[in-house]
């Protein structure tokens, strides 16, 4: 089937996990045309608010029935319970379906050892921005994903945000390290502007209103400007002013903000392959 809108919201979608990432995205669907009676969820209960009519939810993949042949099966269960879950649906391999996966650390190889080698399988790494539909998920297919299926896949995950492509699987690895544990370096750097904001004599709670304003600030800013961030950074630097004086201290070469966010990401990066395997 292709991605147009029309076949989109009469696509079947089975929903395996319903946590947070899962009901970030079902909520996009729902609200993107997605039919709800097309679409089945293997989870005991919603991990957020639904919109109306829902979908089908079973508890576990005995219930959703012979008739149900599913266009997308969605993995959205945590890595470390894949390895019992993902055999489970091996039955839907091979029959016009694609695998789309947005478990951490999962590898294509490791959903086709579980699948089947002739699985079509996607496999993706979203961030926790799509809960507000502002993430970006990259996204590598294996070669019996057809061009309609990726395109289908594609759509889904717009539902909560930006979507890239990569022919390399590995690079995922570095993916996760820059997007998916992005969000966590960018509340970090809220946290140590707050607390440098104390230290230089301001009350606690304004120190923290000050950080979190300007950085959720500085983040719509960028994301509404056509300017590379390398230049929005010129446009606020007066030169021996303020923000000069601070910015010698972070970009000091070898030591600054860009060296040990480097050794940041490339320690995400090996961890990742890590826990891949």
């Known amino acids: 089937m292709g991605a147009t809108g029309a076949n989109k919201a009469e696509c079947r979608l089975l929903l395996v996990g319903c946590g947070r990432m899962g009901s970030a995205l079902l909520d996009g669907w729902l609200a993107g045309g997605i039919a709800a009676a097309n679409v089945v969820v293997v989870e005991p209960a919603a991990g ?86 502002r993430g970006i998920s990259v996204a590598c297919a294996n070669s019996h994903v057809s061009a309609d299926q990726r395109a289908l896949c594609g759509e889904l995950l717009q539902a909560v945000g930006e979507v890239a492509w990569v022919e390399d699987e590995a690079l995922l690895d570095p993916v996760t390290a820059v ?48 300017e590379d961030a390398s230049q929005l950074r010129v446009n606020v630097t007066s030169p021996s002013g303020t923000t000069q004086a601070a910015l010698d201290v972070l970009m000091t070469e070898g030591d600054g903000l860009t060296a040990l966010m480097t050794r940041a990401v490339d320690a995400a990066t090996k961890r990742s392959r890590e826990l891949a395997g």
């Open 48 to 133: 957020g608010a639904l919109a109306e009519p829902s979908p089908r939810f079973v508890a576990e993949p005995a219930a959703i029935g012979r008739d149900f042949a599913p266009t997308v099966v969605i993995f959205a269960v945590k890595p470390q319970t894949m390895d019992e879950t993902a055999p489970l649906y091996a039955r839907y391999a091979g029959a016009g379906t694609v695998f789309l996966s947005i478990a951490a650390g999962k590898t294509i190889g490791y959903f086709q050892a579980a699948l089947g080698e002739a699985a079509a399988i996607v496999r993706s790494m979203p961030n926790t921005p799509a809960a507000i539909g």
């Open 179 to 226: 997007s998916g544990s992005g969000p966590a370096y960018v509340f970090l750097l809220t946290e140590a502007m707050a607390a440098a904001g104390v230290a230089a004599g301001l009350p606690q709670a304004l120190a923290e209103q000050l950080a979190r304003a300007t950085v959720a600030g500085a983040g719509e800013l960028m994301r509404q400007s056509g």
